[in-house]
């Protein structure tokens, strides 16, 4: 049987997606906590943020590129747009202390975001009580009184459980378009 | 009026925002410079390509099955269709996917299918060629292209400022750390240019909520290992044809060459390839930030503290300002590491890039709400005869350093802005010379 | 510890928004009943629509705006763009009805809506017996041959217990955007 | 041929949709002419401020330290950043977040950060100072800014529409009930002002349906509290510069001055703010709406029923139609409510507005349709050479009432249209006056 | 009582539309099936996807057009954009084997592609053991460079179980827009 | 110099993509021009109508109370509302929803609301009329209408391509599958009626994968039912004004007159309908594509393999290129079937049509990936002075059939295109001749 090119595609940016889609148990505590991690990105809450992440949180969105050789990842090798990691978003968070803010000029007024989670897959990870998820987001972006930026991207989570919770160990954001048009992506999706 | 009054130093807002200044500027600018299309490590194998703009036309840059760079432009000379639609890759050929015409990577004609079923006895295989960009040379790695038949040399073109990509770029065998990072920035390419020439001025209100968290704070380390310098720290570089440099060095001297952020074993390196000027220039650098006219902005930086997770690294840096419309830029960045760096290294080297100049970077956020909110701003004919002050000049050149160009021992100042605006100026007052009133070579079959 | 702009910002616009959410019986409940809700509004069903909202129903998509001032809400206070309650409802619902139809020309031919709800958030009220439901919509609205338009919002609902199902009480609309695309606005998110 | 056939009331489409005309306009009619932009309750104290428009143009409202309001073009005189990001709010100085630059809110440079490092000696602070439109002036708490510094005074500019703006605005002190409603209409703004201006007699067709559901029913009590009078219940006037209302009232007439749908304890304080000839106009009042040339249309009207979750009320109402390109108009709208009122009256006079006129009230949708159809079905050079038709004169001007201004004793007529194009025409078919070609002060510096 | 013209309009397309929603149980294993159908679109994996359709799969975009009788669905009758079975998808799938794919232009290199689904409404269909699913669905399409067209739509499945598992039989893709951004409708919703 | 070089068949790319050439376009192209509106069969009854384009202005294409069928701009007389909102309907008289204005359908007004208490007594209602295009004409069930007062009748302006058009549209009583379907396309009009003219060329190329997926394999059946011919087997025509076909058959020939792909129960009717020439020319056709002038492409074909679900079929097609912009055409598409076929043979027809050419067919999308490259990668005036290539012409034209025109027995060639841009030119290059500089009927009142 013909393998198809578009297996190969996906499949490198793709880990363990082919793995059984998890429980239903699972998946509702994984929901519920993901909504409410986005409700308080929405609202720049990075504080309270914060403390729904390990502390060995990694953050990255890689560079999007479109390759002739369909059989390579359609995104740069260890080469990120944004890299962070809980210790370096210390950087961001403290940007909304009011003495800070008030010079923080890309900041202030706040512009308003709004994700959107659609399709959320949860499957075990690799490591024992890790759990990858893969969402299909899109994120509103509105700017003063400018027309508000719809970004599309697949989002690949890990997830690792804290007793009756969860925390989010390590985030890549695989976005759709070559060129942004959100060019302020100092944000977390 | 000019646009530009070059005594005064004030330029008509309209050079910025109507869309009628946008297509002459790529008639009389963009069609008579050294544009740059990529760096030699993107381009390793003979048959790599990759495309990018000249303007605001899309180019494939490829390495030809012997060695030599080209530019052509991404267009079949047939029917227009475009011949690479991926970013890069590598190829000995392109073929058209409308027609099936073929070049080889050197842009002469390979295969037109069924050639002699569809063409006359008269058509002529061997005048079809590729549009190519008839100059494409090289410095320091850095390959430029120009549509100017009568164009100069690369290194003419450069002149004195040769002597600061020099110490940037040729200081040893750089790689980019991968493929470019792209945006749209809404706003006119001059202002981003503007800004990288030498707007040192800028920082303390821009970045103050950067600085004020420390993000230039060196640490007790640096301090260290050296002892108080008393040279002048910053200089502004006035260059030939409107190219400029600012320079900032922390107050710190050493005993021996010293590269802060850079790993030591590299030093030695850079040392040899650098004369003395050159080396002094980057001891105990903070950032150098210029522009080869009209588009390609330069930067080497050390970032002392981007985050605990990382170490104080230096980066070097090339950021291309696309002109799509008058108040439209596609802005490339690119971030270099020099080879033979281990994975960590580069990280450190990439992060202390990404966190001060990348899209999520502290400065970049910033620096776009000042640059957008003038193009949101000034769009209609009223505020088009205001103008755009440059006036800053609060000393002229010296010779406190040995280097080339007219140089100010200054850190904030709008002289090289001035420059810029004064080759600007020289170039789009000068109607066209050829006949056809465009300027462009006459390449077409 | 530094209090962030970011949560006084937010807070004014949330009210309940950081009590636990509740928990799966009523969400499925819930989400069921807001589902159904957007299918007929979706298809401007508006008399069966009237039959899922109370009597004391009231609506308001209030007026945007950035102010200076982040600790402020972004939003005008008892400014609205559109303020309607069950018995002003009335002449939106009759405006379907085929004699008047005919010369509702803004409205006929109907446009299509779509209604798009994501990150469903239900809290208890502050009130026995309702629930504060957040959802992030999207309302896609495509008039005649025009292109779509994307309007991008926070919901707040408040919803009651009716029997075995609900009734919405209280909707109010957050909009992302300062100066509207969708000018029609001329409808129930 | 000009664009506007005076004579015979006929007007090329290509005046509405022709990009070229839109620039023409921002220079001769918005450059030339007093423009709304705030009101006055919006700046109640000083240091308050808004951002707003004048033509296509970004500026901000303040109020200065000295309680002076003044205009400014939201763009740093020297580089050209935003100095307001906000849509309100109070300041005492404006900070430019690209180089620092401060000014005081009466628009005087206040602080240049390093002045001496980065400027020459021959620099004059003094001298820079934000772009300031030349004259601001209020009626009846509706401030308006010109940019023509030959601009006649503001009540020379209304002259005997004053009567009409003052029996709106001026019978009780005013306040807006909240920041304005915004949106974007597809279609040119002239469309709009040209409905506002004294269209009535669109209402029966466009509005069939609202008007059928029963949005005009009075209901009995109205009937009641009067009695049934003879007076000519219609008149459009034409007055100076293009200006125009058109006045329906209801045929009831009182004993003593009585204002439906306000609250009687404010009627004292109309009658006594208004002359005998505006408090006739009043009485029993449907709907008066015409516009201030060239964008600023006004409105007050009689919402009788709107839902049975709410009573009778008259509202107050502005609404700007700011020329974004040919067929983009943004519109802007305000309620107004005479200072004192309870919660719920508020809310009866903003729910009675919205109902009516708000994005979601029963009235725009049907307008949308057709002012956004003429926009989309007549793009194409063929459609401009069309004309549009504003013949509708069945009657000349008389003086049954004694109102100023020619005054047409009729309720659906097009000659508020007439006068309003002829303004336009006027305006348009002279060549601007200056050298520099398009009419603006030259206030850069 | 009057009836209202959007009950017509909307009803002509709806078929099942007004049967009770179904039980959590069967939610849940549509919503997982369909989510994981979409996880393999997204990456243009057909060869795989063809295995979740029954053999009798029946794919359809109907024409949308405005008509002025409110009445009549605003959707051509049998006239269609796509019209397919799984025998002739049997060309969608094998343009991705590598010999083919070398040559197929205006899938090479892929786009990117993702689908975000939104009020699934799962009903039991007329036949025993058939479903009607509908979802409201935005297709977020990016090619090489190009900004990502977004597109909407209401899509109506019909699933079928197969053992523990689902097939669809049946969909119907309602295209809200008229005249189309996204003119490689070579794709399956 | 001209943009089209017709001696050495280059054309400036210019001509494509400068929105100025597209302004030029709409007056002195589409204004001149027959161009398509409807099918009579989209028309069936009285009152029935659809809106359409003509270039890039809506119109509405009417069947009269008395079977004529008219076509008006669907822009109000009065101030330019739209007069219909859906796509497809029945109607008597066309309202107006702004202010009322009715027209039967035939154009002449019927009501205007309050004429008496709105309008002058000299306001003439008879004068009153929809903005009417002079000319509508059909050909085989095709409308076609032209804005020109002074145009050629339909048959002379076809001229000799009838013999065409009517082989493919008049050999039965065809219909429409159902409302058209309707794309933007990202590219010049030009672009897609050069292809659709006779651009057999690409085929090999573009279509590779669908080739190489079977999708021309005739399977046994259709070898069976013929014997091998040795007729040429494909003639590019270049007929009157620009128009063009280029036709394909199988080397395959019948006894009698055969018509693969259709029922066999209309073979007669086809055979009686047509000449033999024409007859002939269909004999085991694989296609037929070419262009009516400027904009209306023609195209009949078997598939005879699209899927095992069903069976070879032949198809009909028109498509439209409306030109909306200098790089955005929207593409209209019809499918037709021969009156009375039974609901599967109308499926089977329907995809044949679909699963080629449809927005999902196996042709487009690789198609529009030629097409769309072409207009995103010429889009500054440097790509715009390079040239497009249409030299392909290896024969003469001959007389190895009798059909008319210049007749090239020559599958792949660029005679067809040759001749559509050499009537471009000559329409582009004359000035428009009357006095209003644009070409236009002077039917506004
Ligand atoms: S367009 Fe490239 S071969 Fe024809
Ligand atoms: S642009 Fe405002 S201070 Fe420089
Ligand atoms: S615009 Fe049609 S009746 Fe006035
Ligand atoms: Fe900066
Ligand atoms: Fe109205
Ligand atoms: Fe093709």
Redesign the pocket.
Known sequence: MATTIATEHTSVIVGTQDKPLCDFETHWGVTQFLTREAELLDGWRYREWAEMITDDFNYGIPVPVTRDDPGRPQYGDETYLVEETKASLDLWVRRYDNDVFEFAWGENPLQRTRRYLSNIRVREGDKAGEYEVRTNEILAFTRQSDPTILTTCLRVDTLRRDGESWRVARRRVYLDQNIHHLTHLRLVF | MALVDVERALTQRRAYWDPEIHQQELERIFRKSWLFVAHESELAHNGDYVTRRMGSDPVIVVRDEHGKVRVFLNSCPHRGAALCRADMGNTSHFRCSYHGWTFANDGAARGIPEINEVYPKSFDKSAIHLFEVPHVEAYDGLIFANWDEDAPSLQDYLGNFSFYVHALFGKADFEVVGPPMRGIVKTNWKIGVD?YVGDGY?LST??KSAIDMGIFETGRESERIGRFSERTPSHCISADNGHGIRVQQMPIEFDTPTFLGWPQRYWDTFTSRLNPDQVEMLQALAVAHGNIFPNASILEALAPHVGSDTFPAAYLHLRQWHPISADTTELWMWCFVPKGMSADEKMGSQRAFLRHLGFGGC?ETD?FQNWTSAASNNRSPLTWDFTFNHQGRSVEAGNDVPWPGNVFPVDHTEVNQQNLLRRWHDLMEVAPSNGNGNGHPANGH
Do not use: A, G, K
Request: no cysteine; proline share 0%.
């Open positions: 800004n800028h821009t970045h400065f620096d």
